[in-house]
T-cell receptor
Framework: GEDVEQSLFLSVREGDSSVINCTYT??????LYWYKQEPGAGLQLLTY?????DMKQDQRLTVLLNKKDKHLSLRIADTQTGDSAIYFC???????????FGKGTHLIIQP | GAVVSQHPSRVICKSGTSVKIECRSL??????MFWYRQFPKQSLMLMAT?????????EQGVEKDKFLINHASLTLSTLTVTSAHPEDSSFYIC????????????FGPGTRLTVT
């Protein structure tokens, strides 16, 4: 199966919280990342978490890592129309250089 | 900080020609640069990793003679798609990793290649 899995779509109402989930299979992941991609653009690094951390918060973004279940989530508080994008979860394995990406979750904001 | 640029942003070329894409780290030195390829509605697939001054390391299934990578300085890497074919049409994205921080990668805006 895929190394990194994400749901393809998430729809939320403006002002609500969005929670984007990601699962990975390799327990040797050292860093886990969340990237945002707007239409026709490159990837913007949103945040990352080291594998020995459980939680990281940065303004409206909260990352939770459950290493036992190999589950990563990104919570966006007070979701705005500008948050509409594709969100990619990525892992960096120990000893590896490149990142392994999930297929991305398309966040759709309803007015 | 940590800005990565790519040039060109969009290119259309004829089948059989070669195309060069540049990736630059504008405000930091990138010891390692990465080239990814993204098909429509798909994830990014790592093509190769290049370290300044040495040969690139290609991922399995990526033809090194077709996708030539040069990383001549700490701020510039180039990807040349040789003898391009329509199936090479894709979105090519580079990223750069600097000496500082936690080794995070910063991505360029991407180059849309269309081979006719």
């Amino acid at each position: 199966g895929e190394d990194v899995e994400q749901s393809l779509f998430l729809s939320v109402r403006e002002g609500d919280s969005s929670v984007i989930n990601c699962t990975y299979t390799d327990s040797s992941s050292t860093y886990l990342y969340w990237y945002k991609q707007e239409p026709g653009a490159g990837l913007q690094l949103l945040t990352y978490i080291f594998s020995n951390m459980d939680m990281k918060q940065d303004q409206r973004l909260t990352v939770l890592l459950n290493k036992k279940d190999k589950h990563l989530s990104l919570r966006i508080a007070d979701t705005q129309t500008g948050d509409s994008a594709i969100y990619f979860c990525a892992e960096r394995l120990g000893g590896a250089d490149g990142l392994t990406f999930g297929k991305g979750t398309h966040l759709i904001i309803q007015p | 900080g940590a800005v990565v640029s790519q040039h060109p942003s969009r290119v259309i070329c004829k089948s059989g020609t070669s195309v060069k894409i540049e990736c630059r780290s504008l405000d930091f030195q990138a010891t390692t640069m990465f080239w990814y390829r993204q098909f429509p509605k798909q994830s990014l697939m790592l093509m190769a990793t290049s370290n300044e001054g040495s040969k690139a390391t290609y991922e399995q299934g990526v033809e090194k003679d077709k996708f030539l990578i040069n990383h001549a300085s700490l701020t510039l890497s180039t990807l040349t798609v040789t003898s391009a074919h329509p199936e090479d049409s894709s979105f090519y994205i580079c990223s750069a990793r600097g000496l500082q921080g936690m080794g995070e990668q910063y991505f360029g805006p991407g180059t849309r290649l269309t081979v006719t």
